[in-house]
Every structure is written in C-alpha cells, then in structure tokens.
C-alpha cells in the first residue's frame, strides 16, 4: 500500500470525525452524560490523529497524482496550503479534546465549559476540513471543478 492509498483512505476521517465528534460531544453536554462526553472526545482525538496522517501522506500522494494527464499544478498548490490551516485546527481540537477528556475523567469543575469549548473548535475544524476535502477532490474530479452549468447549444433545441 502506497502513501497515496493510505491518503486516500483516510483523508475522510478527520471530516466525519470532527462532525460526528462534535455532534456527540453536544448531545453528551444536553443531556450531561459523562460517557457520551467521553465517546466524544476519543472521537475528535481519532479524528486528529487521522488529519495528521492525512497531511503526512499528502506529498505522496502529490507524486503521484502531478504526473497524471489532466491534473492541474495549481489545484494541488491550492489544496496543499489550505490543508495545513486544517491540519493546524485539527491539532488544536486534539489537544483540547485531550484536556477535555482529562478533565472530564478526574471531575473537574471545569468540564462543562472545555466541553463547550471542543464542540466550537470541532465546528470551525470540520468546515476547515471539509474546504480542504472540497479542494483536494477538484484535483481529480474535475466534475466538481466546474462550478458553472454547461450551456445549451442553439443547435442542441432543434
């Protein structure tokens, strides 16, 4: 299994694990259930694990893909650099679900607010993910590229 392989597979992790994450975590908070808090957290951990394996096997990918007819240089460019403000606020939501799950653990005093907290890292995370998803799939799917209708013929209506 290629590097490509691998970031294809897991590139969609960190977006349905950030909203599901995120969704979990906030129905945990409404019905203060300790362990849903908890089913959350490991979640949005798993999630930013999956985001920096993403990231790390992105240039592999790249190799493979640059090569490809049809494949614009930019569109690669352009995914690349928005990945790493992805990866970035994937990070962070690891760190503060981490704390979060820490916290939530020993009963803190605190664990209603980090909760509150994750859930809106995880909210921002999961449209930063999902611009860099949206990016990445223009690559090869140049279905989604073209963001204009097609245009009828004249000659199309006779």
């Given at each position: 299994?290629t590097?490509?392989h691998?970031?294809l597979l897991?590139?969609h992790?960190?977006?349905f694990g950030?909203?599901?994450g995120?969704?979990?975590?906030?129905?945990g908070?409404?019905?203060?259930?300790?362990?849903?808090?908890?089913a959350?957290?490991y979640?949005l951990?798993?999630?930013?694990?999956g985001?920096?394996?993403?990231?790390?096997t992105?240039?592999g990918?790249?190799?493979?893909?640059e090569?490809?007819?049809?494949?614009?240089?930019s569109?690669?460019k352009?995914h690349?650099?928005f990945a790493l403000f992805?990866?970035?606020s994937?990070?962070?939501?690891?760190?503060?679900?981490?704390?979060g799950l820490?916290l939530?653990?020993?009963?803190s005093?605190?664990?209603?607010?980090?909760?509150?907290?994750?859930?809106?890292i995880?909210?921002i995370?999961?449209?930063?993910?999902?611009?860099?998803e949206y990016?990445?799939?223009?690559?090869?799917?140049?279905e989604?590229a073209n963001t204009?209708?097609?245009?009828?013929?004249?000659?199309?209506d006779?």
């Open positions: 299994m590097q490509t691998i970031h897991i590139t992790l960190p977006i950030s909203l599901l995120g969704l979990v975590l906030a129905h908070i409404g019905t203060k259930s300790i362990q849903t808090n908890i959350g957290y979640i951990i798993l999630s930013s694990i985001a920096g394996i993403s990231y790390l992105g240039e990918a790249e190799e493979t893909v090569k490809l007819p049809g494949v614009i240089e569109s690669i352009q690349e650099e992805a990866l970035i994937l990070i962070i939501l690891g760190v503060a679900a981490l704390v820490v939530t653990i020993i009963q005093g605190f664990t209603r607010a980090i909760a509150m907290i994750v859930v809106f995880a909210a995370s999961f449209g930063l993910v999902a611009r860099t990016l990445g799939g223009q690559i090869r799917h140049t989604i204009l209708p097609a245009s009828k013929d004249k000659d199309d006779d």
